[in-house]
Each structure stands twice: as C-alpha cells, then as structure tokens.
C-alpha cells in the first residue's frame, strides 16, 4: 500500500483562486516531497521539505509539514489554467526511497 | 526535460506477447526505478535498481523483469502480456547529489490488445 495518502482526490476551482492539497503518512520520514504530473506525461517534482522543516515557499507554492501529525499540505496562491494536472506527494526515507500517494486531480477553470 | 530518455514512446501488442521497454537514467545517476500508472491503480512502484544491483522490490508480477546494465541505462521486460498490463510505464532516476528527489522520463504508453 502506498505510504502517502492525499486529499482530496479531486478539486476543482476557478482561476485566481487558491488551492490547498494535504497529504497523510503513517511512518517517520526522511522528508517530503511533490510532484506534478500533466496527464500523461512523466512526474516533474516541485518541492522537497526535510524533516526538521515546518514551511517551505517556491514561487506560488507553499508547502507545509506538520511531523506530529504526519501531514504536509501543498498551497498553490492564485491559480491559473495551466496549474491544471495532478499533484503527488511522496515520503523519503533514510534509505532513499520515496513511496507516492495516489494524488490529488486539480482542474482550474478559465 | 527531466534528463531521463524512455523508448519506445508508444507500443501496441497482443496478449501473450513480450515486450522490451527501455530507459536512459540522468547522466551520473545510479539509481533508476520503474513505475506502473494505469487509471485504476494508480502509481505503483515496480523496482528499484543501485549501479546494477536490484535494491528495491515493489508489486512486480513474476512475468515481468528488469536489469541495470553496466552503462546504468536499464530495460523492463514485459512477458505473457495481458489486457490489465495495458498502462503508462516510467523510468525514473535519481544520483548521490539529488537526495531522494527522483527525475521521471516521459513514460512509455503500453496498449495490449
């Protein structure tokens, strides 16, 4: 089974607005990470937060980690269309691996 | 581009068949998975391999198997195919200075009929 779990499957919003996805995991980590993937192309990765991080930005993302909780949250302010794909996060360990969650759908509407 | 090279791009086959499917990791990097994503499974971790040794081992069927040649590019063998088999397959890779960010290719489109 697959150690990352995100909510919600789908979410839809319209442009300009922001969209918050959160992932759950169940075992310690390494770190955090998220991915992007436009239907049917290869996974692009986005972020990476370590373990002893709380709050990570890059441009418009902003992603949270909450290790008490086990849970990471990826914000994305001020949507536009082409934000449209689905977005995975994944949990590294020690070791180097990463495990992917199934991945939240986000459609940005015009 | 992420740097990791997947060919063929697109393959259709029978069922029973077997197919090859082929990766190039990012230049240095001597780790290189491969993933399944099909719509009803989403994204599943297939196998890991480190500078040509298996390292990790995910929900890999017996018919299929993989190796990391010399070079580090890498090849999926795919046997005995059937309609489920029908999904996107992706290599990835990942080096000492990328901590545990993997770099995907772009996928090779498997359609059995």
């Known amino acids: 089974s697959q150690q990352g779990e995100e909510d919600p499957q789908a979410l839809s919003i319209q442009e300009g607005e922001n969209a918050t996805m959160n992932c759950s995991y169940k075992t310690s980590i390494n770190n955090l990470q998220w991915y992007r993937q436009n239907s049917g192309r290869g996974l692009v990765h986005l972020i990476l937060?370590?373990?002893?991080?709380r709050e990570k930005h890059s441009g418009r993302l902003r992603v949270t980690l909450d290790t008490s909780k086990k849970s990471s949250s990826l914000l994305i302010t001020a949507s536009r269309a082409a934000d449209t794909a689905s977005y995975f996060c994944?949990?590294?360990?020690?070791?180097?691996?990463?495990?992917f969650g199934d991945g939240t759908t986000l459609t940005v509407k015009p | 581009d992420s740097g990791v090279t997947q060919t063929p791009k697109h393959l259709i086959t029978a069922t029973g068949q077997r197919v090859t499917l082929r990766c190039s990791p990012r230049s240095g990097d001597l780790s290189v998975y491969w993933y399944q994503q099909s719509l009803d499974q989403g994204l599943q971790f297939l196998i890991q391999y480190y500078n040509g040794e298996e390292r990790a081992k995910g929900n890999i069927l017996e018919r299929f198997s993989a190796q990391q040649f010399p070079d580090l590019h890498s090849e999926l063998n795919l046997s005995s195919l059937e309609l489920g088999d029908s999904a996107l397959y992706f290599c990835?890779?990942?080096?000492?200075?990328?901590?545990?960010?993997?770099?995907f290719g772009e996928g090779s489109w498997l359609t059995v009929v």
């Open positions: 937060i370590r373990s002893n991080e």
């Open positions: 994944a949990t590294g360990d020690n070791a180097g691996k990463s495990t």
């Open positions: 990835a890779s990942s080096g000492a200075f990328s901590g545990n960010t993997i770099y």
